[in-house]
């Protein structure tokens, strides 16, 4: 399926969920944020919520600075 990420058109198998794309795009586990089409998804959802064809999908990550 073809969907958005962060503003860049990607790949991705069908059948793929949340999870399944956070691991496969940023390696990541915690630190995460998930937005699926303007809508957070909180993170006890990620393994229950399917990616869809034309979905946009923004991953941020926690950075640490001052």
């Known amino acids: 399926m073809r969907v958005t990420v962060n503003g860049d058109d990607r790949d991705l198998a069908g059948r ?5 794309a956070v691991v496969e795009l940023t390696g990541l586990r915690r630190g995460v944020a998930v937005a699926v089409n303007g809508e957070v998804v909180p993170r006890g959802q990620w393994a ?3 990616l869809a064809d034309g979905d946009r999908i923004e991953v941020l990550s926690a950075a640490q600075g001052g």
Request: charged share 25%; net charge negative.
């Open 16 to 20: 793929t969920t949340v999870a399944d």
């Open 48 to 50: 229950e919520t399917p």
